[in-house]
């Protein structure tokens, strides 16, 4: 059972503070001290605010929403106030150069120092009004738990492939730091709140500390902008769906606009999860990916971050810079430097490379006295178990190393675990004859394109790695595999850093390729890092970002779901949910009626294991089919056996069954054809193969109709039986060719039946049918749940638009779900199909008990009429 403190966490609703700061202009969203204006309840409702795109160019500012604030923080010497200076190293700083020069930027995010609560209302005043930076202060138990407990010990270990196998092997799940997690994202979400303007802001958040805020901010704000992007890995879905909060997250995530990662691998696993666990499917239209989510289209993007090319290019002409490069020629004078440049914890493989050069100094003796290793081990920002051995590993085999083939004024093996400068570790960059990275799952590394900047840029200042007077450049890189940097590197030696022996090699070759070589592959390494470089990785997002939020204003908007389940669904103005009493009313004073209703899904959900109608099912359709004004139909796809076994009770109901192919009036009437009766000699040559990808598809089987081949994946795996669908959908597309017949694929099944067989044929049928027994209908109402019956929808506009028809006749197309659709009405699901269905039955027996009225009494003048269709349509919309 969830607590009461976890459920409070996951209460996302509640007023939040309005924050003031003398000085500051106020969010639009208040305008008086403690009170929201009517922006608040514009979001939550379902009207339109302005069909006006946005563009980024115009908007005001970007709310950049990141674990950490870009700031260095410190105790002034009177030890009675804080001194703040920007981190120049910060990512989240530099991204601003790719944001419009007039774009104003605040950043939300933690100090990473603990400051007293007696200071924190001036630190977050001083920090908004000379940095904008609005500070969300945690407690130091609770920073505990979220941090180093939920975020280091479960997420990290388990996105990057980490399994928690046992107590020690990665972090078990533990729901009190889910608590913490989900009550610290619940605090940004507060400050995002302090200060943002909905109509005018882009609000995009940082990596996998924040990975549920979205839905808090989606449930305040239908309409927000807002981006995310994931730093770290993504695992694949068999990892994942190990974590036992595995939908809050991917459903929290699926409430941003935008998500952005590093590569195409860590988007595909994500989207795969998207897939088996929730059931989504996603399009590629025009080079962009996007995942519909309850009419709204979540943007995938996939965009390495870059480097600030600014910052380096500054650090290499700094004189200290300079001074070092010199002090290390000298050191490493005739040696070969290879360098690493890794956080001292369990995935950057820094063991694993030690053991490549002790294995490269085995193997080719030529190199000992010669090459050197140098290793600066950052600070582990994690802390425990798994630092400590990975500390003592690298330390341990240094040593070895060391002891074997070094001698006096030489050590293989060089490790700097300290905090190592920027020109220092530019200086290591310039003299480094190749850099080695070998770790064994990273999300992005931009050690690599430092490196490659850093080679670049010495040949301006007065020193080389060779001569004073060589200006031909030149870099070698061996990166792994398994690194998210790793394939815009083609120049680059990818290596397996299990393989030690493959990592010898490989360092062997770097040391030993032409120097023509190392050039070219430097030139191409650089034209790709200086133009991809983290301005652009930033203005291409937003630009994303803006692209995908540009239908905002035009779609109506309201949240369905509580606590971390909750979603927005955005609807097109004119879908709208029916009403009972609207359908009611209409069809109450209507003569001639047409009622079409699909079957699974509609009347019956498709999750159920037993598909046959239930007694209420039944007995509203012999009611409906009692009324002398209504033509009652099932058009279903399955076939005339089954159809008419189920529904043998109703004499009076009409069936149309594989999709309208064979359809009857009454259960006593003979079956008839809605195309010309074809030679189903076909079937000879689709059904083999069809049991072909049967039989390599397990959970697969096909269905065999008089009309039609129908083979089916619902059972089979997601992924695969999807692949499998498009090569059977290929595959027989192309045998078929000749014949008159068409393969289409549908809601996991893929289908062959002859030309010209649709569900929106035969309604087309029976409505001009009726019109030309002198009864056109006035009343048309269509049901159904899935591709194949939009194509009754769109057919029924089409028919009922045109003459003989009764341009005043009530139609309602309704689809089952809140999905876009060409229905103009919807219903939840089979429950509200059902009640609707008893309504008009109600209303048909209540007019049965009644006298017979007048001719003159059922008749309504065309004023009258439309004025009811007005005052209709009126309360609907109101509604």
Not at 399 to 428: C, D, F, M, S, W
Not at 822 to 839: C, F, H, R
């Amino acid at each position: 059972m969830v607590s009461r403190s976890y459920s409070n966490l996951l209460d996302l609703s509640g007023e939040y503070p309005p924050f003031t700061s003398g000085g500051r202009r106020m969010p639009r969203a208040v305008t008086v001290a403690g009170f929201c204006s009517e922006t608040r309840d514009d979001e939550n409702s379902n009207s339109v605010t302005s069909d006006a795109p946005s563009s980024i160019g115009s908007l005001d500012r970007a709310i950049i929403v990141s674990h950490n604030l870009p700031l260095h923080a410190q105790r002034r010497t009177d030890n009675l106030s804080w001194s703040f200076t920007w981190d120049e190293d910060s990512l989240m700083l530099r991204l601003k150069d790719g944001l419009p020069q007039d774009m104003e930027v605040i950043y939300i995010g933690c100090l990473q120092v603990d400051v007293e609560l007696s200071e924190q209302d001036q630190v977050a005043a001083d920090l908004l009004e000379n940095f904008n930076c609005v500070p969300a202060f945690i407690s130091p138990d609770l920073k505990t738990r979220f941090y180093h407990g939920f975020c280091k010990q479960q997420l990290w270990p388990l996105f990057h492939y980490t399994l928690p196998l046992t107590p020690d092997h990665g972090g078990r799940f533990d729901r009190s730091l889910w608590q913490a997690y989900v009550s610290v994202n619940k605090i940004f979400a507060d400050k995002v709140m302090e200060v943002i303007s909905p109509d005018d802001d882009y609000v995009w958040l940082h990596d996998y500390h924040l990975m549920v805020l979205p839905t808090f901010l989606r449930k305040r704000f239908n309409r927000i902008r807002l981006g995310f992007f994931l730093h770290s890995p993504f695992p694949s879905s068999e990892i994942y769906r190990t974590l036992p909060v595995r939908e809050h997250i991917l459903r929290a995530l699926l409430n941003a606009d935008l998500i952005g990662f590093h590569t195409f691998d860590y988007a595909r696993h994500f989207l795969s999860c998207c897939s088996r666990m929730l059931g989504l499917k996603y399009e590629s239209k025009r080079g962009y990916i996007g995942l519909e989510y309850y009419g709204r289209t979540v943007g995938i993007k996939i965009m390495p971050v870059g480097i600030h090319m600014g910052q380096l290019e500054a650090g290499l002409k700094l004189s200290e810079t300079e001074l070092r490069i010199g002090e290390l020629k000298a050191q490493f004078e005739g040696k070969i430097v290879l360098l690493g440049v890794d956080d001292m914890d369990i995935f950057k493989g820094i063991g694993l490379k030690f053991l490549a050069v002790e294995e490269l100094l085995n193997l080719h003796p030529k190199w000992r006295g010669k090459v050197v290793m140098v290793q600066i081990a950052n600070p582990a920002r994690g802390r425990g178990k798994d630092v400590l051995e990975v500390r003592q590993e690298a330390y341990s085999v240094a040593k070895r190393i060391n002891q074997t083939y070094g001698r006096e004024g030489y050590q293989p093996v060089l490790l700097i675990e300290r905090h190592v400068p920027l020109y220092e570790k530019i200086a290591y960059y310039s003299i480094a004859e190749c850099c080695v990275v070998t770790a064994v799952r990273d999300g992005m590394n931009l050690i690599p394109y430092e490196y490659i900047v850093c080679r670049q840029g010495i040949a301006n200042a007065d020193h080389s790695v060779e001569s004073s007077t060589e200006t031909v450049k030149k870099s070698m890189l061996v990166v792994s595999e398994f690194i998210g940097c790793s394939p815009s590197l083609s120049g680059a030696i990818r290596v397996n850093p299990w393989n030690i022996e493959a990592l010898a090699e490989a360092m062997n070759t770097a040391i030993t390729m032409p120097e023509s070589e190392k050039t070219a592959r430097h030139e191409k390494h650089y034209r790709y890092v200086s133009s991809h470089d983290v301005a652009y990785w930033a203005q291409s997002f937003m630009g994303d970002l803006e692209r995908t939020c540009r239908e905002h204003s035009k779609r109506r908007c309201y949240g369905i779901g509580f606590g971390l389940g909750f979603r927005v669904v955005a609807l097109d103005p004119n879908f709208r949910k029916l009403l009972t009493e609207h359908i009611v009313s209409a069809y109450k004073r209507s003569s001639s009626r047409a009622i079409l209703l699909d079957y699974d899904g509609t009347m019956m959900p498709q999750g159920s294991m037993d598909k046959s109608p239930s007694p209420e099912v039944i007995s509203l359709l012999h009611r409906l089919c009692g009324d002398p004004k209504n033509i009652v139909f099932i058009v279903s796809g399955r076939g005339r056996p089954i159809l008419s076994e189920w529904f043998s009770p109703c004499q009076k109901l009409g069936i149309a069954a594989e999709h309208g192919y064979f359809f009857r009036w009454h259960r006593d009437d003979e079956w008839e054809t809605c195309v010309p009766v074809v030679d189903c000699d076909w079937k000879q040559v689709a059904a083999p193969v069809m049991s072909l990808y049967m039989e390599s598809t397990d959970g697969s089987f096909i269905e065999v109709k008089d009309s039609a081949l129908v083979w089916h994946h619902r059972d089979a795996d997601p992924d695969f039986g999807s692949w499998q669908a498009k090569e059977l959908l290929d595959h027989l597309e192309s045998v078929l060719a000749n014949e008159p017949v068409s393969v289409k694929s549908g809601q996991h099944i893929v289908e062959v039946k002859p030309q010209g067989v649709s569900k929106g044929v035969i309604v087309e049928r029976i409505l001009l049918s009726m019109a030309s027994k002198g009864s056109p209908p006035d009343f048309v109402v269509c049901i159904g749940d899935d591709r194949s019956d939009e194509d009754m929808f769109e057919s029924i506009e089409s028919v009922m638009a045109s003459p003989p028809q009764s341009p005043l006749a009530d139609v309602f197309a309704c689809t089952v779900g809140q999905k876009p659709s060409k229905a103009k009405y919807y219903l939840d699901d089979t429950v509200d199909v059902i009640k609707m269905l008893q309504g008009l039955a109600a209303a048909s027996d209540s007019a049965s008990s009644r006298l017979p009225s007048t001719p003159e009494s059922l008749s309504t003048s065309d004023n009258t009429r439309r004025s009811r269709v007005q005052s209709e349509e009126l309360y609907d919309s109101n509604s």
